[in-house]
T-cell receptor
Framework: DAGVIQSPRHEVTEMGQEVTLRCKPI?????LFWYRQTMMRGLELLIY????????DSGMPEDRFSAKMPNASFSTLKIQPSEPRDSAVYFC????????????FGNGTRLTVT | GENVEQHPSTLSVQEGDSAVIKCTYS??????FPWYKQELGKRPQLIID?????GEKKDQRIAVTLNKTAKHFSLHITETQPEDSAVYFC????????????FGGGTRVLVKP
C-alpha cells in the first residue's frame, strides 16, 4: 500500500493567490482528516469526513478555507485568498472508522505564503 | 469537546536513561489513546496505542499506562537511544464515527549521546 498520498509536497505562493492541496487516502479507509501543524498551535484538526460526508468542520479557521471529498479516493483543501498566516504544514490522514483503527498520515504539504 | 494536555513540552535525557511523557484528557467517554512519533520534517507515525479496557501495554522499549479514573496516560521509553530523539504526541478519541483524534501539544525529546 502506498499510504496516504498528498500533493504537492511544497507550495510557495503569494498572498492573495488560491491554493489547492490534494489528498488520496489509503484504499478502503472511509474517514479522512485534514490537520494543520504550526510551531505555535501544534496539530490542529481542520475538518474530517466520514464516507465522503463532512462531519465536523469546526476547526476550519475562516471562510477562506474550504474542503471537499467528491469520492472515496480524493479530497481537496482550498484556501482562497491565501494569507501569510496560513503558512504551515498541512497533513491529510485516513483511517477505518468505527473500530478505533490507527490514523495514518500523509507526508504533508509545506505551504509558504509570502 | 475533548481537551488533551501533555507534559513536559521538552525533555532532555542521557542515552540509556528512561523518558516519561504524561498526558491528561477531559472527556471520560474517550476510550482510545494512541501515541505518535514525529521526526524532523516527517509525518507523525503511530508507535503504540492503548484502549480503555487495558491498563498497560508494552512493545519492546516503549510502554504506555492508562489510568481511566484519573483520566491520564503516560508513555515510557526505556534505554533511550539517539534515534528516539523526536517530537511525541499523545491523543485521545471516543471512537465515534470517523475516530476523531484530539492531540496533545507534543513533547520534544532529545537524547544526548
Amino acid at each position: 500500500d502506498a499510504g496516504v498520498i498528498q500533493s504537492p509536497r511544497h507550495e510557495v505562493t503569494e498572498m492573495g493567490q488560491e491554493v489547492t492541496l490534494r489528498c488520496k487516502p489509503i484504499s478502503g479507509h472511509n474517514s479522512l482528516f485534514w490537520y494543520r501543524q504550526t510551531m505555535m498551535r501544534g496539530l490542529e484538526l481542520l475538518i474530517y469526513f466520514n464516507n465522503n460526508v463532512p462531519i465536523d468542520d469546526s476547526g476550519m479557521p475562516e471562510d477562506r478555507f474550504s474542503a471537499k471529498m467528491p469520492n472515496a479516493s480524493f479530497s481537496t483543501l482550498k484556501i482562497q485568498p491565501s494569507e501569510p498566516r496560513d503558512s504551515a504544514v498541512y497533513f491529510c490522514a485516513s483511517s477505518l472508522s468505527g473500530s478505533n483503527s490507527p490514523l495514518h498520515f500523509g507526508n504533508g504539504t509545506r505551504l509558504t505564503v509570502t | 469537546g475533548e481537551n488533551v494536555e501533555q507534559h513536559p513540552s521538552t525533555l532532555s535525557v542521557q542515552e540509556g536513561d528512561s523518558a516519561v511523557i504524561k498526558c491528561t484528557y477531559s472527556d471520560s467517554a474517550s476510550n482510545y489513546f494512541p501515541w505518535y512519533k514525529q521526526e524532523l520534517g516527517k509525518r507523525p507515525q503511530l508507535i503504540i496505542d492503548i484502549r480503555s479496557n487495558v491498563g498497560e501495554k508494552k512493545d519492546q522499549r516503549i510502554a504506555v499506562t492508562l489510568n481511566k479514573t484519573a483520566k491520564h496516560f503516560s508513555l515510557h521509553i526505556t534505554e533511550t537511544q539517539p534515534e528516539d530523539s523526536a517530537v511525541y504526541f499523545c491523543a485521545a478519541s471516543m471512537g465515534a464515527a470517523g475516530n476523531k483524534l484530539t492531540f496533545g501539544g507534543g513533547t520534544r525529546v532529545l537524547v544526548k549521546p
